[in-house]
């Protein structure tokens, strides 16, 4: 059974250009969460979707950022325009029903030059 | 404002002999704990978990404890084994007003566990 599944696992890219990272969730899991890890925060929620509806976008840190879930088995997280701040590992997750634990994809390591 | 944290930033123990990792909360809302482990360049593995209604919980060599009144909850590993080096996240989920479960979790600093041979 396959996990969350993320693309690209690397990403390198000058200031200004745009970032999609995609994201699978796990078959038949319901919630997924867009998280950010850097060296000064942590691991940090950036948004959470509950069957396909945003629920919680509260830690995507500006206008920038966008996150969309147009079905049930993708997601996107874009950064327009990007900056070096944004630099950082992007993971995704997904959970069934029941919130319990959270399964993590390998996550994507965003380099913006 | 960091309702979870894990105030040690490392941990190094003897194979063989316990690792106890340690992780504290000050949010009385959340309900349900868990711990994560995280190996370079990959995403954090769910390792145990623990409902607010109980004050432990054990899988194989990997038991979690909770003082609720002390906002305190700890991961014991016996006996640790070197494949058990790793960062580990502790992590908090909480109702909502209604009393409902809410999916967001809040995860700790994490701890670097190093199990020498």
């Known amino acids: 059974d396959a996990g969350v599944i993320q693309s690209p696992r690397h990403e390198v890219t000058e200031m200004g250009q745009e970032v999609t990272l995609r994201c699978k969730p796990i078959?038949?899991?319901?919630?997924l969460f867009w998280y950010r890890q850097t060296m000064m925060r942590g691991l940090e929620l950036l948004i959470y979707?509950?069957?396909?509806?945003?629920?919680?976008d509260s830690g995507m840190p500006e206008d920038r950022f966008s996150a969309k879930m147009p079905n049930a088995s993708f997601s996107t997280l874009k950064i327009q325009p990007s900056e070096p701040r944004d630099s950082a590992v992007y993971f995704c997750?997904?959970?069934?029903?029941?919130?319990?634990?959270?399964?993590f994809g390998p996550g994507t390591r965003l380099t913006v030059l | 404002d960091q309702q979870v944290k894990q105030n040690s930033p490392s941990l190094s123990v003897q194979e063989g002999r316990i690792s106890i990792l340690n992780c504290d909360y000050t949010?009385?809302?959340?309900?349900?704990f868990l711990w994560y482990k995280k190996y370079p360049a990959e995403g954090p593995t769910f390792l145990i978990s623990?409902?607010?209604?109980?004050d432990k919980n054990e899988d194989g060599r990997f038991t979690v404890f909770l003082n609720k009144s002390a906002k305190h909850l700890s991961l014991h590993i016996v006996p640790s084994q070197p494949g058990d080096s790793a960062v580990y996240f502790c992590?908090?989920?909480?109702?909502?007003?209604?009393?409902?479960?809410?999916?967001?979790?809040?995860f700790g600093q994490g701890t670097i566990l190093t199990v020498h041979p």
């Open positions: 078959s038949g899991h319901n919630s």
């Open positions: 949010n009385s809302m959340f309900d349900y």
């Open positions: 979707f509950n069957n396909n509806v945003p629920i919680d």
């Open positions: 992590a908090a989920r909480r109702v909502n007003a209604g009393g409902t479960s809410y999916g967001k979790l809040t």
């Open positions: 997750a997904s959970a069934g029903r029941g919130l319990t634990e959270q399964f």
């Open positions: 623990i409902s607010s209604i109980k």
